[in-house]
């Protein structure tokens, strides 16, 4: 007994000792080693001691892409499906049935997710994505047209940078700096100035971008760390969030009227532009910083147009595709600076390990 515990503190003293040596402990140990940190946010965002090989940050990032080009779909099939119920019961039932296809996985031992403190932050996660962001978002694009919207939404990544520094202590490098700008930018002159409406239906959408990148935060704080699996990370926040919004939706606005298009719209909406899309989603935020997963929502507008292009015959303007070349520089910028930067957690511990991430309390 001795020996063992005298190697849990040199691994605790000795910086020589490589943090993967911590997965040679006993579960005990390990658990005994990470209870002794100190209980912050920081904590779980910045031990760091090794970085995500290529294969794995490349990997991300086309898990990145294609929520983008998912979720690209999502303003204009949601301004389609609002004809069928009202926003937040339409945005509940997308949930709560985007949840049931992950409840399978969960009942074969992915539902561990560690204590108190993890279901808190999976709570919260939940309660901000959906009931909040979205209900927000399905509400603001009953009065604002999905444009306004869509170019609120997609200013997200200065959000994310601002609180992931606060936070996460995630700091970007000056080049990703200017990436993000030159997106924000880009995509300002993209969409034009936005029109003439209701300054309240506005402050909504920007609330919704607000709300998610909160979200955005906290599943990478749990994410990239390793200790919770990317499927209960997607489905609790659903299960908890979507099921919240339902009632809401049911109890202010009732159920919805039926019909085979809107059944259709709500099916695609819940299996490919939420299940599969946070699937995604949540992983390339296991090894992408939460900003750098966020600017790529900025490729949504582009994917827009250039199917519109040929499909509806509606050619860019020229400033259209200024906008659209300069989104797309400023996200290739927002990655190249990330080339050669650490992100692994020091001792992370592999999802369903036992231990629990410490709750988040603020910046120190």
Same mark, same amino acid.
């Given at each position: 007994?001795?020996?063992?515990?005298?190697?849990? @503190?040199?691994?605790?003293?000795?910086?020589?000792?490589?943090?993967?040596?911590?997965?040679?402990?006993?579960?005990?140990?390990?658990?005994?080693?990470?209870?002794? *940190?100190p209980a912050s946010m920081e904590t779980m965002a910045t031990t760091?001691?090794? =970085?995500?090989? *290529?294969?794995?940050? $490349?990997?991300? /990032?086309?898990?990145? /892409?294609?929520?983008?080009?998912? $979720?690209?779909?999502?303003?204009?099939?949601?301004?389609? @499906?609002?004809?069928?119920?009202?926003?937040?019961?339409?945005?509940? /039932? *997308?949930y709560s049935l985007a949840a049931l296809p992950l409840v399978p996985?969960?009942?074969?031992?992915?539902?561990?997710?560690?204590?108190?403190?993890?279901?808190?932050?999976?709570?919260?996660?939940?309660?901000?994505?959906?009931?909040? @962001?979205?209900?927000?978002?399905?509400?603001?694009?009953?009065?604002?047209?999905?444009?306004?919207?869509?170019?609120?939404?997609?200013?997200?990544?200065?959000?994310?940078?601002?609180?992931g520094m606060a936070v996460l202590r995630e700091w970007p490098r000056?080049? =990703?700096?200017?990436?993000?700008?030159?997106?924000?930018?880009?995509?300002?002159?993209?969409?034009?100035?936005?029109?003439?409406?209701?300054?309240?239906?506005?402050?909504?959408?920007?609330?919704?971008?607000?709300?998610?990148?909160?979200?955005?935060?906290?599943? *990478?704080?749990?994410?990239?760390?390793?200790?919770?699996?990317?499927?209960?990370?997607?489905?609790?926040?659903?299960?908890?969030?979507?099921?919240?919004?339902?009632?809401?939706?049911? /109890?202010?606005?009732?159920?919805?009227?039926?019909?085979?298009?809107?059944?259709?719209?709500?099916?695609?909406?819940?299996?490919?532009?939420?299940?599969?899309?946070?699937?995604?989603?949540?992983?390339?935020?296991?090894?992408?910083?939460?900003?750098?997963?966020?600017?790529?929502?900025?490729?949504?507008?582009?994917?827009?147009?250039?199917?519109?292009?040929?499909?509806?015959?509606?050619?860019?303007?020229? =400033? =259209?595709?200024?906008?659209?070349?300069?989104?797309?520089?400023?996200?290739?910028?927002?990655?190249?600076?990330?080339?050669?930067?650490?992100?692994?957690?020091?001792?992370?511990?592999?999802?369903?390990?036992?231990?629990?991430?410490?709750?988040?309390?603020?910046?120190?």
């Open positions: 007994m001795e020996r063992i515990t005298g190697t849990v @503190a040199v691994l605790d003293t000795d910086p020589t000792v490589r943090s993967d040596d911590a997965s040679r402990l006993p579960a005990w140990a390990r658990r005994r080693r990470t209870a002794a *940190r760091v001691s090794r =970085q995500p090989s *290529r294969r794995a940050r $490349w990997l991300a /990032l086309a898990a990145g /892409l294609a929520t983008s080009a998912i $979720w690209g779909s999502s303003f204009v099939l949601i301004d389609l @499906a609002l004809v069928g119920a009202g926003p937040l019961t339409l945005a509940g /039932l *997308r996985l969960l009942a074969r031992g992915g539902a561990r997710v560690g204590g108190a403190r993890t279901w808190l932050l999976l709570a919260a996660a939940g309660l901000l994505a959906y009931p909040v @962001a979205n209900g927000l978002l399905f509400t603001a694009l009953t009065h604002v047209h999905p444009t306004t919207v869509s170019l609120i939404f997609n200013q997200q990544p200065l959000l994310v940078l601002v609180v000056p080049l =990703q700096v200017v990436g993000i700008g030159v997106a924000a930018l880009s995509l300002l002159l993209y969409f034009g100035v936005p029109e003439d409406t209701g300054p309240i239906w506005l402050l909504a959408a920007l609330a919704a971008a607000v709300a998610f990148a909160g979200y955005s935060v906290l599943a *990478r704080a749990l994410a990239r760390d390793g200790r919770i699996g990317v499927v209960p990370l997607t489905a609790w926040p659903l299960v908890i969030g979507g099921g919240v919004l339902l009632g809401l939706g049911l /109890l202010t606005q009732g159920g919805p009227r039926p019909s085979l298009w809107f059944a259709g719209l709500v099916a695609w909406l819940a299996l490919a532009n939420t299940t599969l899309a946070y699937l995604l989603w949540n992983q390339a935020l296991r090894h992408l910083r939460a900003f750098e997963v966020n600017v790529l929502l900025g490729l949504g507008p582009i994917e827009t147009a250039l199917i519109a292009w040929p499909w509806l015959h509606q050619a860019p303007s020229p =400033q =259209q595709w200024a906008g659209m070349l300069g989104a797309l520089a400023g996200i290739v910028l927002v990655q190249l600076g990330a080339r050669g930067r650490t992100t692994a957690a020091e001792g992370a511990l592999p999802a369903g390990s036992g231990a629990e991430p410490p709750i988040p309390q603020g910046p120190s």
